[in-house]
């Protein structure tokens, strides 16, 4: 069994992003760029499942720019068996991802697709979700624990106010939450090894999907300011500032 994990270059988590002069978006020259989070989860998880015998093949594939080779080879210092680049200078919205996965899914036939439940740049949450209705397939979002057994996945979920738990027919489309599991650091070793793993690099073209931006971005704005606070005396003048100032009781 065959599970694909498509796996998003990034600005690294740590890094304070900053809205670039003329509005037009956040601005990455010259920032750390990482492999999205949750997509690491998405790694770890398929990389377990080989490792227990239920995968025999863990394909990572990363669509943007040349650079998205890093974030490949990182998932196969993790533990991916080989990587796939579809590599693009445009500007890729979550449906142009989706409808290049769902060719890759076609060519390679996984039985399961481990995405990250969303990327921390653009937060859209709609890859999988997209994919999976591409493909028809079923899909379980925000995984917090995934089992296969029988040609079925049973997926816990994390949704408000608790857990649910999904049986699905293999192929299925899953999507992580952050406490499906904690990816391990990448040995030094298997960073070596990583190198020697085959990539293949395609294009958009090659896949024959048009890749072209669907949505338009109007303006970017940093968050407005947040104003000092100030200290009270006592629960009297708590109370005063919360009935005559901000109105609130
Ligand atoms: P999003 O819908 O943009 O929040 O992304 C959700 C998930 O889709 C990510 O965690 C990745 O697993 C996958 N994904 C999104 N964009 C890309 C990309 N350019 N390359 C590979 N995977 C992607």
Excluded: H, W
């Amino acid at each position: 069994m065959k599970i694909l994990v498509p796996v998003k270059r990034v600005v690294d988590y740590n890094v304070k992003v900053r809205v670039k002069a003329d509005n037009s978006g956040v601005d990455i020259a010259n920032v750390k760029m990482s492999m999205n989070p949750f997509d690491e989860i998405a790694v770890e998880e398929a990389v377990r499942l080989k490792e227990a015998g239920v995968a025999t093949e863990v394909i990572a594939v990363s669509c943007g720019v040349a650079q998205c080779q890093e974030t490949l080879r990182t998932a196969m210092a993790i533990g991916a068996d080989r990587g796939i680049l579809v590599q693009t200078d445009e500007e890729l919205q979550p449906l142009a991802v989706a409808k290049l996965l769902k060719t890759l899914v076609e060519k390679e036939g996984p039985q399961l697709v481990i995405l990250g439940k969303q990327a921390i740049d653009d937060d859209a949450n709609q890859t999988g979700q997209m994919l999976a209705a591409l493909l028809n397939l079923p899909q379980a979002t925000f995984a917090s624990k995934v089992a296969i057994a029988d040609g079925k996945a049973t997926v816990t979920r994390e949704i408000d106010g608790g857990l649910e738990t999904l049986s699905m027919s293999l192929p299925a489309i899953v999507t992580t939450d952050l406490r499906l599991n904690e990816p391990r650091y990448a040995t030094l070793p298997n960073i070596m090894k990583a190198k020697k793993k085959p990539l293949e690099t395609v294009t958009p073209a090659d896949l024959g999907v048009d890749v072209a931006p669907r949505l338009k971005t109007l303006k970017v704005e940093e968050p407005p300011k947040r104003s000092a606070g100030v200290k009270v005396a006592d629960v009297a003048e708590l109370v005063a500032k919360l009935k005559n100032e901000a109105k609130v009781i």
